[in-house]
């Protein structure tokens, strides 16, 4: 696989759009079908009254938003809403948990049944419930996950902007993790997040310089929510995205790039241009675990315009269900960071989240 230095991605990044697209598109139609776009269904299992502090997230327990907490979704239930969202032509699911981290226990046990029980359905398995171990990531493995999500967000740099209850080594340490326990990995970013172009394309290079190249990569778009630090962020222009997605595509040719959250800002016109660019995924259903997303309806009509085909199901991908044989070694202890730095914005936003609620009762 050809190598890249930061100067090769922004320049491909900034290269005339026209031209970037043209090229992501020949580059899609050598590894993929052009005509088939994967659907997937994020499913929240357990939502809000996460510990962290990620400025986007209306999950996070110490923001003012309207998201209530709940327990984790009783296992039958996620598995019927599994089999809803084949039959709606999901070939993917995601499993969702406002967690820090994967606390041995009841609760796993209980996501370990979800991912068997999905599995059996045949569709594709990803999860993301924060950071793992790798004696996790290989039970998840052993239950039939194929993916494990956990996203980079943005560039090391800019991360501190965001998040101060952990830090980007952890993020790279569960990746590694995820690797050896022999799951695919799944991580992306989110754009629109107030950072510069060059955090964007530094978030590319450490999914690259990663043990092996994700075999999926999200890319969202940020969606403001109202109580988070984040709430008064502009929406991110829509050819940013595309240039997003483009430059992805190129750089990970084989890998599904998937277009994320935010579509509900976006026309048909300009989710058309993604799937030109090679985004070759979208999350379907009304919600994407809390924020607003196109339905199912709206995107069948989409698919329908533009002469695109959901994958059937994973036999359809079968060659990319092959797990692969994990190394296995004893887990050494959990050590988490939590680096403490303060987030000037984030108090700030929270004040004024406080301010507002007051000034409606
Ligand atoms: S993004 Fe995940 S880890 Fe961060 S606050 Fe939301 S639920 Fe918690």
């Not at 699911?93 to 226990?105: D, L, P």
Request: hydrophobic share 35%; with cysteine; proline share 4%.
């Amino acid at each position: 696989m050809k190598t890249y230095s930061k100067k090769d991605i922004l320049d491909l990044y900034n290269t005339p759009l026209m031209a970037l697209i043209f090229e992501a598109a020949t580059v899609h139609r050598l590894h993929h079908d052009p005509s088939k776009i994967q659907v997937s269904t994020l499913i929240s299992i357990k939502t809000g009254g996460c510990p962290e502090d990620c400025g986007y997230c209306p999950q996070a327990a110490r923001y003012h938003t309207a998201i209530e907490k709940n327990e984790l979704m009783p296992v039958s239930s996620v598995i019927n809403l599994a089999k809803k969202a084949k039959q709606n032509g999901s070939s993917r699911v995601c499993m969702g948990a406002a967690w820090r981290n994967v606390k041995e226990g009841e609760d796993f046990e209980k996501v370990l049944e979800m991912v068997r029980g999905i599995s059996h359905l045949n569709m594709e398995v990803c999860c993301t419930l924060g950071m793992i171990t790798e004696s996790q990531a290989l039970r998840l493995a052993e239950a039939g996950l194929h993916y494990y999500n956990h996203n980079l967000d943005t560039s090391e740099a800019y991360y501190k902007e965001i998040i101060s209850t952990r830090g980007y080594e952890d993020r790279l340490e569960t990746l590694k993790n995820v690797n050896k326990g022999a799951l695919k990995v799944c991580s992306g970013g989110i754009i629109g997040m107030g950072e510069r172009v060059e955090d964007r394309i530094e978030m590319l290079m450490s999914l690259l310089r990663l043990d092996r190249v994700p075999d999926s990569v999200p890319i969202n778009a940020l969606v403001p929510v109202e109580g988070t630090p984040l709430a008064t962020e502009n929406t991110v222009p829509v050819w940013d995205i595309i240039r997003m997605i483009a430059t992805t595509r190129i750089v990970m040719p084989k890998t599904t790039v998937r277009l994320s959250a935010g579509r509900t800002e976006m026309s048909t016109e300009a989710q058309a241009l993604c799937f030109m660019a090679g985004a070759s995924s979208i999350f379907t259903g009304e919600k994407l675990l809390t924020t607003p997303n196109p339905g199912e309806d709206k995107d069948a009509e989409m698919f329908s315009i533009l002469g695109l085909i959901p994958t059937e199901n994973t036999k359809e991908n079968s060659d990319k269900f092959k797990i692969r044989k994990p190394i296995l070694k004893n887990d050494t202890a959990v050590k988490w960071t939590r680096p403490g730095h303060t987030i000037e914005r984030n108090v700030k936003a929270t004040k004024q989240a406080k301010a507002l609620r007051k000034n409606q009762k």
